[in-house]
């Protein structure tokens, strides 16, 4: 039976190098066959970019919302605009008044406040004519700059809408109404708002990776002068990407707001550390002619690399601390990541002293 230390000693980072040094067309081959497998998943990739999507669950207060959602529904509304040379003229409160049952059919809608429906409400026979009305709600202060602007050339109908995920279609739906009708009208709110931001946030995500990317190849060929120069940071950090983007979509992992950072951050940050693989390897290459012994030096170089390993583990940390910002303090979410933070800069400690 073999040692405890003769066992750890084959299964250490030396071992494992050796054996990636012995056998580097199986390693090629393998790691392209992964690339591969996680590249096929990227057509899953989910997008959550809502603004929706930023709270944590497990806080009271998301509990405490969630049952008041579950007691007097959503209490979110879109307002749509209208504006008229005068608001109580019968032709432009007609439009209002189709307007808003127009409106009130959009599925997803769960009822409307408007004049027409206040009017409606207050007259219960139908007899009341527009400047009765305009008399009985001028004095009413609650209709003032929130139903009816003060020179009453423009009004708002509120659109209450029902606790669904998703407000895109609905958003769209009332789009559609007011480009039939003849008022100025456009509709505002935080749905509004949210459905922009999620829009503009995934445009983003498409353009600012690849524009980074051509930025910093660039600037690697203008130091390194050669293709290798290029294509071995660029390719590292490419598949580290395919990697990272592939596992979330098998998982099911959706790009949230907060994670859409992450292709930016690993071709900057990733590139930035593969640029110490040529230094080290001019090094490795002036102690020895053999090719095995070159990658051996050179490899077990750059696991001790003291500037490697500080740069990771501060990038750890700074990761961590960033995270923590966004999280609210005292609570288990912060402690699991803390605990996270320790393990990840405890193994990369280990390794480096098994080196």
Not at 83 to 111: E, M
Not at 260 to 280: D, K, N, R, S
């Amino acid at each position: 039976m073999k040692p405890a230390s003769s066992v750890a000693a084959h299964l250490g980072p030396k071992s494992l190098l050796r054996t990636i040094i012995q056998h580097p067309w199986h390693v090629i081959i393998i790691n392209l066959v992964i690339t591969l497998i996680f590249a096929v998943q990227l057509p899953n990739l989910r997008f959550r970019t809502s603004i929706y999507d930023l709270a944590i669950e497990d806080l009271p207060q998301t509990k405490q919302y969630q049952t008041f959602k579950q007691t007097f529904g959503s209490e979110e509304i879109i307002l749509v605009v209208a504006k008229a040379q005068h608001i109580f003229d019968p032709k432009a409160f007609a439009q209002l008044d189709n307007l808003g049952k127009k409106l009130s059919k959009v599925k997803g809608v769960k009822r409307i406040i408007s004049l027409p429906e206040a009017r409606r409400a207050i007259d219960l026979s139908g007899q009341m004519s527009l400047g009765e009305f305009r008399a009985i709600i001028s004095p009413i202060e609650s209709f003032k700059n929130n139903l009816i602007s003060w020179g009453e050339r423009t009004t708002a109908i509120c659109l209450v809408l029902k606790d669904i995920k998703s407000k895109k279609t609905i958003i769209e739906k009332v789009k559609e109404i007011i480009k039939e009708e003849p008022l100025y009208l456009y509709q505002i709110g935080m749905p509004i708002v949210a459905n922009a931001l999620a829009r503009f946030t995934k445009k983003d995500f498409f353009h600012l990776p690849p524009i980074t990317f051509l930025i910093i190849a660039l600037v690697l060929f203008l130091f390194m002068r050669t293709p290798m120069g290029v294509i071995i940071p660029a390719g590292s950090v490419i598949m580290g990407l395919i990697w990272t983007f592939g596992l979330m979509a098998w998982t099911g992992t959706p790009l949230s707001m907060l994670t859409m950072i992450v292709p930016v951050f690993l071709i900057a940050v990733g590139t930035a550390y593969c640029m110490y693989i040529f230094p080290e390897y001019d090094l490795a290459l002036s102690k020895s002619d053999k090719p095995v012994h070159i990658h051996m030096n050179f490899g077990i170089a750059s696991y001790k690399s003291p500037s490697l390993y500080d740069s990771t583990e501060d990038l750890i940390t700074k990761a961590f601390k960033e995270i923590n910002l966004a999280l609210p303090k005292k609570t288990e979410i912060e402690q699991e990541y803390q605990i996270n933070r320790l393990i990840l800069v405890a193994i990369f400690r280990y390794t480096k002293l098994k080196l």
